[in-house]
């Protein structure tokens, strides 16, 4: 019986030192520096948050569906995304009230890696709701919220909103950003339905104010990656309205205007060539509506280009058709080309890419560790007792003669 205990209190101790062993080899690994990493790996569930202790410009945002990404239903699920930042550091944004956030659609990491910005929503018991834009410095975890000043409105079922802002691209400053805010819904003519309407704006972060720089519209189906891009030069964008492509300067002055159609697609927000003379158009072969998984994963795309002072076809680098359910243009390098993802702009006009993979830490942590850590404690605890008081309960005492 003896022996049994010892070999069991042995096992327990060999655990804790396997368990030490395992998180100090995943104790954070190789720095990037200023390079995109070559592979990733997937941040611990309890991965601390970039305002517990800010990892600094960020190389990249990532997210997905893992444990990491997704919390545990009913508990800690909410939207997360990681921030690798250059020093190989995983740090979370997290997002409450979203169950998935998509890093270079619904948060957009700016051009030097410095700040990252998404659309936030606060409601209350009266069941008003208030939309904005929320940026966090990744050097500092400050977060600022912009309404852009823009007044309250109805949008249905008894509901308000402020007007702004969902982000769609950072200007190449890192001064304002593309944003898409919300009117009023109304009712369509001769009906009563109503309906949502919207219009693009710039938004300026210094001043906190909206420039508009289109009409209002119906709200289209335009995917979020599509809502538009700036020019290298930063005075001039090409925005998404329907099948629509339009390229105006930052007063919202039209230069020219072309149909894509319904397979067609502005690329990404890095849809313009490093030298502002092209830009990349992301067209679709596959099933377009009410795709089940089989059929979104069988898409394919290929990339053809526009000239971006006509809005002509033009000839670029020729690129191998792509299967995947969706593509998004990061942007483009000065020597090639390269689950969710947005890339500091910096890094990618620089072509600095390659750098080593860096490793989540497992600390520091989140408190929800506790959750994990306090009952595996616990555990380890109660079973050592038990393994002492057994022991001692065989021990046999020793006779001493004289």
């Given amino acids: 019986m003896i022996m049994a205990m010892r070999k069991t209190l042995a096992a327990l101790i060999f655990t804790g030192v396997v368990f030490a062993t395992v998180v100090r080899l995943v104790d954070g690994g190789p720095a990037p520096g200023d390079t995109v990493p070559d592979g990733l790996t997937l941040p611990w569930m309890w991965q601390a948050t970039v305002q517990q202790d800010p990892p600094g410009p960020a190389s990249m945002l990532a997210g997905g569906d893992s444990l990491g990404f997704r919390g545990v239903e009913d508990y800690d699920a909410e939207g997360k995304v990681a921030a690798v930042g250059r020093g190989g550091d995983y740090r979370m944004l997290l997002y409450a009230g979203w169950s998935t956030v998509t890093p270079g659609q619904d948060v957009l990491l700016s051009p030097d890696g410095r700040s990252a910005a998404q659309g936030y929503l606060a409601g209350s018991t009266a069941g008003e709701y208030a939309e904005g834009l929320d940026v966090v410095d990744l050097t500092t975890g400050r977060s600022t919220k912009y309404t852009g000043g823009l007044p309250a409105v109805a949008i249905g079922y008894g509901l308000t909103a402020a007007g702004c802002c969902a982000p769609a691209a950072w200007a190449p400053d890192g001064r304002s950003l593309l944003v898409e805010t919300t009117a009023a819904d109304v009712r369509k ?111 394919t795309w290929e990339v053809s280009y526009l000239d971006a002072a006509t809005g002509q076809p033009a000839t670029g680098p020729d690129l191998p058709a792509v299967t995947a359910m969706a593509i998004r243009a990061l942007g483009w390098t000065r020597s090639g080309d390269v689950t969710t993802m947005d890339v500091a702009a910096d890094l990618v006009r620089a072509g600095s890419f390659g750098g080593p993979a860096p490793r989540a830490a497992a600390f520091p942590a989140r408190p929800v560790v506790w959750w994990v850590v306090a009952p595996a404690a616990v555990l380890t605890a109660v079973a050592l007792l038990t393994v002492w008081l057994v022991i001692r309960r065989h021990r046999r005492p020793v006779l001493i003669s004289d």
């Fill in 189 to 299: 003519p001769g009906t009563a339905t109503l309906e949502s309407r919207s219009r693009l704006g710039l938004l300026d972060l210094a001043t906190n104010t909206v420039l508009p720089i289109g009409a209002e519209r119906p709200a289209d189906p335009v995917r979020q990656a599509s809502r538009g891009a700036f020019a290298p030069d930063g005075q001039h964008l090409v925005v998404s309205e329907g099948d629509r492509l339009r390229l105006i300067d930052r007063t919202g002055k039209e230069s020219w205007t072309t149909t894509l159609g319904d397979r067609r697609y502005l690329a990404g927000a890095g849809a313009f060539s490093a030298d502002g003379a092209r830009i990349a158009i992301a067209e679709l072969t596959g099933c377009l509506d009410r795709c089940d998984r089989d059929a979104l994963a069988a898409r």
